[in-house]
């Protein structure tokens, strides 16, 4: 497998673990086109998920996904909501079904960015209409400053003049979700 192949689950394939760093897993693969969200926000905002929610690097998607469904459960919020859009996403492909998804991490969502969209693979949305081409990573924003994680977490922009760039996004602004699978 390389870089932009199409994976077991009919995604792409945008991370290779070659140093072996992440136990039990060697691939990230993005998601289907067909298979990604629109119009979904974060969720839960004036509900922190946390240091358990705020991983940033490449193999914290899934935690940080796995954090932010039972924070937002346990908070009681029913609407649907960017983790649990993936989490709870399922894709057939070739007779076989997948319900192993996450939504990405910060890092893991530029690695996307980086390694698919900006080589046309994928059909990550990239035009320039504002808010169109943005996608939720699972990263809660840390406290710092004047951000407070109960209220914003990162996005980044897969077109426009800041495509590649990430922002901290109010939690109930609705983006694109792109789930990932690690296997």
């Known amino acids: 497998m390389s870089i932009g192949d199409v994976g077991p689950a009919g995604g792409w394939i945008f991370f290779i673990d070659e140093a072996g760093e992440h136990e039990g897993w ?52 029913s609407d649907e909501y960017a983790a649990r859009f993936a989490d709870e996403l399922e894709v057939t492909n070739d007779g076989d079904t997948f319900s192993d998804w996450f939504l990405p991490s910060r890092d893991e969502l530029d690695l996307m960015h980086k390694n698919l969209s900006e080589n046309g693979i994928g059909g990550f949305f990239s035009d320039d209409n504002y808010p169109d081409y943005v996608y939720w990573s699972s990263t809660e ?21 800041f495509s590649g760039g990430n922002a901290a996004s109010l939690k109930d602004t609705e983006y694109r979700v792109r789930a990932v699978r690690a296997y």
């Open 141 to 161: 924003i840390e406290t710092f400053d004047d951000v407070d994680p109960e209220e914003q977490a990162f996005s980044t922009a897969f077109g426009g003049i």
């Open 26 to 77: 060697t691939y990230l693969e993005a998601a289907p086109e067909e298979a990604e969200g629109t119009e979904i926000p974060w969720g839960g905002r004036g509900t922190e998920v946390g240091v358990e929610g705020q991983g940033i690097g490449i193999g914290t998607g899934a935690a940080n996904t796995a954090a932010i469904v039972a924070a937002l459960d346990l908070a009681g919020v």
